[in-house]
């Protein structure tokens, strides 16, 4: 017993080690990047089925290239669908590339990687884990989902490749996310950022290809990208909630924000910002929904709202300050997100997709779903008590 118990402790020392001195050679390597303000025509998707018909029918018509980078693609019918229309326009001509993150798509066959490149579809896994770090590395994710078609036409948002997408999952049911489609002025800098991380895979370098980023028309829509990999973004998201004046509006999967977010949260009730949370009330991962709760207990007693999604399965990413800036994009409100994920979201200072994204969020929070009381958070069962003490301790992980 006791032999095992010091290789119980000399594994845990281990992991602790290899994680810090990992994120530490991360922190090394990351540089910001600043985008300027574009002005893009939209499209927002809320239903999945109506993205991929759209998704779909863009690839379809691409002529010159497809860029796409996925978390997740799954191996099933839509996934097979979606990689098949790929492997298509590579025998059409098309200069195709796919991204994936390597322990996202880890279904993912060889079989099915062997069938893309013999196709002509230019393949590799983001994100690879690599030796000395591997616990560290594992961990680190390209959650980023971005898609550009010649050039001209980009996707980024909240959705993946798969069946549950479309609401088919037997548990989680209707899934509810974001994701916007742009056109014209925008989509150099989704292009700029899927050519990074191509190159951070390949080795194949096309910053200074001119032919991946042809001259954009501009449209009504103002938004500035911000890509984060595992920094910045908790300073990002500080400020934006340090400056809020009347509403502060969440929507997240996961509500695991660390304590110093959590602060200028309360700090903001305090000056009688009103604060409405809107999560799941399914998980589709282990301990994440737990991990909230601790949460949940301080924000119930200053006066925030809680409400959890019933309707299905809520998978959207979004801040609004109030009613004047949008956060929109692929990070949740987690410490992974902020401190270990490759991220890319965007603020958004429009009036029409302000309103339209803040009318779904009330709808969403209002009439699908449970609003969380103090009574109710009381009466949590024993069993899921003791969770959120287990998930407390691994909430840098979830």
């Given at each position: 017993m006791t032999i095992i118990l010091i290789i119980l402790l000399i594994f845990i020392a281990w992991l602790a080690i290899d994680f810090f001195f990992?994120?530490?050679?991360?922190?090394?390597?990351?540089?910001?990047?600043?985008y300027p303000q574009r002005h893009a025509n939209w499209q927002l998707f809320t239903d999945g089925q109506e993205l991929y018909n759209h998704l779909f029918e863009d690839i379809s018509n691409a002529k010159h290239h497809i860029h796409i980078l996925f978390y997740i693609v799954k191996n099933d019918s839509i996934s097979n669908d979606f990689l098949n229309?790929?492997?298509?326009?590579?025998?059409?001509?098309?200069?195709?590339?796919?991204?994936?993150?390597?322990?996202?798509s880890y279904r993912i066959s060889r079989k099915a990687v062997r069938l893309l490149r013999e196709s002509g579809v230019h393949f590799s896994f983001s994100n690879k884990p690599r030796f000395p770090f591997i616990f560290y590395t594992v961990n680190y994710r390209n959650h980023r989902k971005i898609t550009v078609i010649d050039g001209n036409i980009g996707y980024f948002g909240g959705f993946n490749i798969g069946k549950e997408?479309?609401?088919?999952?037997?548990?989680?049911?209707?899934?509810?996310?974001?994701?916007?489609k742009i056109r014209g002025d925008g989509v150099q800098d989704l292009q700029s950022e899927f050519i990074l991380d191509w190159g951070k895979a390949t080795k194949e370098y096309l910053h200074n290809e001119s032919v991946y980023f042809p001259k954009l028309k501009q449209g009504p829509l103002p938004l500035r990208f911000l890509p984060t990999d595992g920094a910045f973004m908790k300073d990002l998201l500080i400020d934006l909630i340090k400056n809020s004046k009347s509403e502060i509006l969440i929507g997240t999967p996961y509500f695991i924000?660390?304590?110093?977010?959590?602060?200028?949260?309360?700090?903001?009730?305090?000056?009688?910002?009103?604060?409405?949370?809107?999560?799941?009330y399914k998980a589709d991962h282990l301990f994440v929904k737990e991990a909230a709760f601790p949460y949940f207990k301080v924000m119930l007693k200053a006066g925030c709202q809680i409400y959890r999604y019933t309707n299905g399965f809520y998978h959207g990413k979004i801040i609004l300050i109030d009613n004047g800036l949008c956060d929109f994009g692929t990070a949740?409100?987690?410490?992974?997100?902020?401190?270990?994920?490759?991220?890319?979201?965007?603020?958004?200072?429009?009036?029409?997709?302000i309103?339209?994204?803040?009318?779904?969020?009330?709808?969403d929070a209002f009439h699908r779903s449970e609003k969380l009381t103090t009574k109710k958070y009381e009466k949590r069962p024993f069993l899921q008590r003791s969770k959120e003490f287990f998930s407390s301790l691994i909430s840098d992980l979830l």
């Open positions: 990992g994120r530490l050679k991360h922190l090394n390597s990351v540089t910001k990047r600043n229309l790929l492997k298509k326009k590579a025998e059409e001509g098309v200069k195709v590339r796919l991204l994936l993150d390597r322990v996202g997408y479309l609401g088919h999952d037997s548990y989680l049911g209707y899934w509810q996310d974001f994701h916007l924000p660390g304590y110093e977010i959590l602060q200028v949260i309360l700090a903001a009730r305090k000056r009688g910002v009103t604060v409405k949370i809107l999560v799941p949740n409100f987690d410490k992974r997100s902020f401190f270990i994920n490759d991220e890319l979201n965007c603020f958004i200072r429009d009036p029409a997709f309103e339209k994204i803040r009318n779904e969020f009330l709808i």
